[in-house]
């Protein structure tokens, strides 16, 4: 650089030379602008790749593992060593389908040879839920098929792929972006990349029932090209849920179910998994009687409701004497509580912590059923919803926001204007603050959107699920209003 500056004449196998030394040491780091769509930039990049970058050979292996997490010993880029190669790339292709781009760091890969694929990300970091590049652990031999070398859209055919070299496999079914491909006999394990957490919810449906299918298949592929994009088919808010890193992210996963599965879709309101839970102890009474000729409908319980403690769960306790409900009939009581509870009392989400107890009931000799119960179970419930205050109870999240200093002011208030409690701050690194804060998810939604904006690209967040908190008055009759 001193000469550079002196204005001396440098040579340019020197400047090749000095570029390669600091790319494979890792101190620099080319940034070469490249348009796919023109080709600007393309010869420039692939000049500086061949030119100015280590071969595969000089560079060091990254460190390897056996299925069980222990370290095995070092491999060299050698044709000859055992097989280590990752699935760093995985594509859609209109007529051969999965297309997986491999890189082989040791070893030779053969077609119609079989492979033992493993994918272990859990063993080296734990139950992340939520992360954008969790998949379920496993261990599986594999097939290889045709082999070639992707060249644009062409595909050069591949008598074999050996180590150093990026290859194309076709219809891998088993391998996931970031699996690791090695001998059956020696199983190994590279440790899985760490990918970004997407933290931008939308909420999708197909626009038409009869593309409802095509939306499923086009959101799995989608899925398995784009380790930063996560799919969540919510069971309770029945919504499907793209995790996207950012709008521009969305749009980009939007476009690709439109132009290239055929599927038009509506992005509609997000609905947060609310919860409802019983304030006081109350009495319900539950009588289903339909007798009108012929074999008829007869059940009559009575109960009564006790609130329990966060995390407690459903407790039903059976308190009848006397024959007052059939014993047969008692487990109807139970089942038709228990549907209730799922439809809610309120604003329709799912009631928990509760303590139901069965006092009292009539039966009829010939007209008493499972059903009857069931019903009298459900409408015991609701009776004892009325006689007392029910609340909504909403999901709060602990998040953590890395912003510049000069940013800290407006983070924290925008958090309080969230309903969010702030819990603290932290000094980082470069002109940093780390805020921590627990906020309602009804309020980040959007999040990710308005914190870009808020501090001008330059913040980032995380977010865990924390507990379930009763919901204020004032946002809960919100929520009833429209229920």
Same mark, same amino acid.
């Given at each position: 650089?001193?000469? @550079?500056?002196?204005?001396?004449?440098?040579?340019?196998?020197?400047?090749?030379?000095?570029?390669?030394? #600091?790319? #494979?040491?890792?101190?620099?780091?080319?940034?070469?602008?490249?348009?796919?769509? +023109?080709?600007?930039?393309?010869?420039?990049?692939?000049?500086?790749?061949?030119?100015?970058?280590?071969?595969?050979?000089?560079?060091?292996?990254?460190?390897?593992?056996?299925?069980?997490?222990?370290?095995?010993?070092?491999?060299?880029?050698?044709?000859?060593?055992?097989?280590?190669?990752?699935?760093?790339?995985?594509?859609?292709?209109?007529?051969?389908?999965?297309?997986?781009?491999?890189?082989?760091?040791?070893?030779?890969?053969?077609?119609?040879? +079989?492979?033992?694929?493993?994918?272990?990300?859990?063993?080296?970091?734990?139950?992340?839920?939520?992360?954008?590049?969790?998949?379920?652990?496993?261990?599986?031999?594999?097939?290889?098929?045709?082999?070639?070398?992707?060249?644009?859209?062409?595909?050069?055919?591949?008598?074999?792929?050996?180590?150093?070299?990026?290859?194309?496999?076709?219809?891998?079914?088993?391998?996931?972006?970031?699996?690791?491909?090695?001998?059956?006999?020696?199983?190994?394990?590279?440790?899985?990349?760490?990918?970004?957490?997407?933290?931008?919810?939308?909420?999708?449906?197909?626009? #038409?029932?009869?593309?409802?299918?095509?939306?499923?298949?086009?959101?799995?592929?989608?899925?398995? &090209?784009?380790?930063?994009?996560?799919?969540?088919?919510?069971? &309770?808010?029945?919504?499907?849920?793209?995790?996207?890193?950012?709008?521009?992210?969305?749009?980009?996963?939007?476009?690709?179910?439109?132009?290239?599965?055929? =599927?038009?879709?509506?992005?509609?309101?997000?609905?947060?998994?609310?919860?409802? +839970?019983?304030?006081?102890?109350?009495?319900?009474?539950?009588?289903?009687?339909?007798?009108?000729?012929?074999?008829?409908? @007869?059940?009559?319980?009575?109960?009564?409701?006790?609130?329990?403690?966060?995390?407690?769960?459903?407790?039903?306790?059976?308190?009848?004497?006397?024959?007052?409900?059939?014993?047969?009939?008692?487990?109807?009581?139970?089942?038709?509580?228990?549907?209730?509870?799922?439809?809610?009392?309120?604003?329709?989400?799912?009631?928990?912590?509760?303590? =139901?107890?069965?006092?009292?009931?009539?039966?009829?000799?010939?007209?008493?059923?499972?059903?009857?119960?069931?019903?009298?179970?459900?409408? *015991?419930?609701?009776?004892? *919803?009325? *006689?007392?205050? =029910?609340?909504?109870?909403?999901?709060?999240? &602990?998040?953590?926001?890395?912003?510049?200093?000069?940013?800290?002011?407006?983070?924290?208030?925008?958090?309080?204007?969230?309903?969010?409690?702030?819990?603290?701050?932290?000094?980082?690194?470069?002109?940093?603050?780390?805020?921590?804060?627990?906020?309602?998810?009804?309020?980040?939604?959007? @999040?990710?959107?308005?914190?870009?904006?808020? *501090?001008?690209?330059?913040?980032?967040?995380?977010?865990?699920?924390?507990?379930? &908190?009763?919901?204020?008055?004032?946002?809960?009759?919100?929520?009833?209003?429209?229920?």
């Amino acid at each position: 650089m001193e000469r @550079y500056l002196g204005g001396e004449d440098i040579d340019e196998s020197i400047l090749i030379q000095d570029l390669e030394k #600091a790319v #494979a040491r890792g101190s620099f780091f080319p940034v070469i602008p490249v348009c796919s769509g +023109t080709g600007v930039g393309t010869l420039e990049l692939l000049e500086v790749a061949t030119r100015g970058f280590p071969s595969p050979m000089e560079h060091p292996l990254p460190e390897v593992f056996t299925p069980q997490g222990a370290t095995h010993a070092e491999l060299a880029c050698d044709v000859n060593a055992p097989l280590l190669a990752e699935v760093v790339k995985t594509t859609s292709d209109p007529y051969v389908g999965r297309v997986s781009l491999v890189r082989v760091f040791s070893g030779t890969i053969k077609p119609d040879a +079989t492979v033992h694929v493993s994918g272990h990300f859990s063993s080296f970091f734990g139950d992340q839920n939520g992360s954008a590049n969790t998949h379920p652990d496993h261990d599986e031999d594999e097939r290889i098929g045709p082999l070639s070398f992707p060249l644009g859209k062409q595909q050069r055919p591949a008598t074999a792929v050996v180590a150093g070299d990026i290859c194309a496999i076709g219809r891998l079914s088993r391998a996931e972006t970031g699996d690791t491909l090695s001998d059956k006999s020696e199983p190994l394990v590279l440790k899985p990349w760490t990918m970004p957490e997407p933290l931008l919810p939308i909420a999708i449906q197909a626009h #038409a029932k009869t593309d409802e299918d095509k939306l499923s298949v086009g959101l799995g592929r989608l899925a398995a &090209e784009d380790p930063t994009l996560r799919i969540e088919q919510n069971q &309770e808010t029945h919504q499907i849920v793209l995790w996207c890193m950012g709008e521009a992210h969305a749009g980009v996963v939007l476009d690709g179910l439109a132009n290239r599965y055929g =599927v038009t879709v509506d992005t509609v309101e997000l609905r947060v998994p609310l919860r409802e +839970t019983f304030a006081g102890n109350a009495k319900g009474h539950g009588r289903h009687v339909k007798q009108s000729g012929g074999h008829g409908q @007869y059940g009559v319980c009575d109960i009564e409701v006790e609130p329990l403690p966060e995390g407690s769960g459903f407790e039903f306790v059976d308190k009848v004497v006397g024959g007052a409900v059939p014993r047969q009939f008692i487990p109807s009581v139970e089942k038709g509580v228990r549907a209730q509870m799922e439809k809610g009392v309120l604003a329709g989400y799912p009631v928990v912590d509760l303590r =139901v107890t069965l006092l009292d009931g009539k039966a009829h000799s010939v007209d008493s059923s499972d059903f009857a119960f069931q019903m009298a179970g459900g409408l *015991a419930l609701r009776d004892a *919803a009325a *006689a007392t205050k =029910v609340i909504l109870l909403e999901p709060i999240d &602990e998040i953590s926001v890395l912003v510049p200093d000069d940013f800290v002011g407006a983070v924290m208030g925008d958090l309080s204007g969230r309903r969010g409690r702030v819990l603290g701050t932290e000094t980082a690194a470069n002109e940093r603050t780390v805020v921590k804060a627990e906020v309602p998810q009804v309020e980040l939604t959007r @999040y990710a959107i308005d914190l870009r904006s808020l *501090a001008h690209g330059a913040a980032s967040f995380t977010r865990r699920f924390a507990r379930y &908190e009763p919901m204020p008055e004032s946002a809960a009759a919100r929520v009833k209003s429209t229920a």
